[in-house]
């Protein structure tokens, strides 16, 4: 985590330190900032005007924590506020340390979570004012940003943290589920709204919140010195034809005599998809009933790249080989489950 914290005075600075022992684990990036009067050893100089030089620390940080009056903290941050699912978490404590309260990104930024945390270790209240927290309800944005799901439309995020609060928002996962169902939530395939767990681009209520798990390894095999428009041409074409959501690609993977393969290394870097590269011999030991090829065997020394690559570290295979102008591609599920 990347953490700043800002105090406005002596006694201020003191809880400053109070904080940072209690957030700070081995690895984290932390920074302390005091008024100019204050400032040196621990803590950096403030700069003025304040909001100006928050900005930077605003987009490097993921937590933020202003010791002092909460209108400080509001003023700070106010230029930059962009988004629900960019914006860092943002604390106010009084400098006694008695209250601890998240004013941004409670749910998905994990503001109100960090509050919880921080109000145990200073003995203090947390003041959280989300309505589906303070009604013991589920926080399906909360949630998903703890188990790492892509919130498809955060309006209907919003619209169905409403609804949950008036009765039960109908849920269905095309995924095992450990544990019960959430309050505010029961079981249902259709409705006026509802919550959808699923890799595919599904839409069984009249609004739904479709919650994408980054689950599925794509498999990638080409000729030579084929083109990034060509490879992204097929991808997208796979995906778009089998109603899949892109954010549900969590990797890609070939063979390593593509580990040099420009077209392929740009395009999973477009993506932001972490590539791996195995040798045949390490694809040919996968057990499993896939799409042979005589030319691909003589080339690479394997039977097939794209569907073995795709279930490297998968558990079933869920789009076998598919040729696209010299691109092969495949689509392979790793194990997951909703835990409530």
Known sequence: MKLAIFAYSRRGCGTALRVREALCRPGDQCRCFASARYAGGDFEVIESPCARFTGPLFAWADALVFVGAAGIAVRSIAPYVRDKRTDPAVLSVDELGKFVVPLLSGHIGGANALAEELARALN???????????????????????????????????????????????????????????????????????????????????????????????????????????????????????????????????????????????????????????????????????????????????DNVCERAAMMGARRLVVPKTARSGVTVALAEEEWSARF
């Open 124 to 302: 203090a209240v947390p003041v959280v004012t989300t309505a589906t927290d303070i009604n013991g309800r589920f926080s399906v944005d909360a949630w998903a940003a703890r188990q790492g799901l892509y919130i498809s439309d955060m309006g209907a995020a919003k619209a169905v943290s409403a609804a949950i609060l008036e009765g039960p928002v109908p849920l269905c996962c095309d995924f095992p589920i450990e544990g019960e169902l959430p309050p505010g939530t029961a079981a249902g395939e259709s409705g006026e709204m509802g919550i959808c767990i699923s890799w595919e681009k599904r839409e069984p209520f009249a609004k739904t919140l479709l919650l994408a798990p980054p689950v599925l390894h794509l498999g990638l095999g080409c000729r030579r010195g084929t083109p990034v428009e060509a490879i992204q041409a097929a991808v997208d074409g796979v995906l778009e034809t089998r109603g899949i959501h892109p954010k549900a690609v969590k990797c890609a993977a070939s063979i390593d005599l593509k580990r040099d393969e420009a077209g392929l290394l740009e395009f999973c870097a477009r993506r932001g998809w972490p590539v791996s590269f195995y040798s045949a011999q390490e694809l040919a030991a996968l057990e499993g009933d896939f799409t042979p090829s005589e030319r691909v065997l003589r080339v690479t020394g394997v």
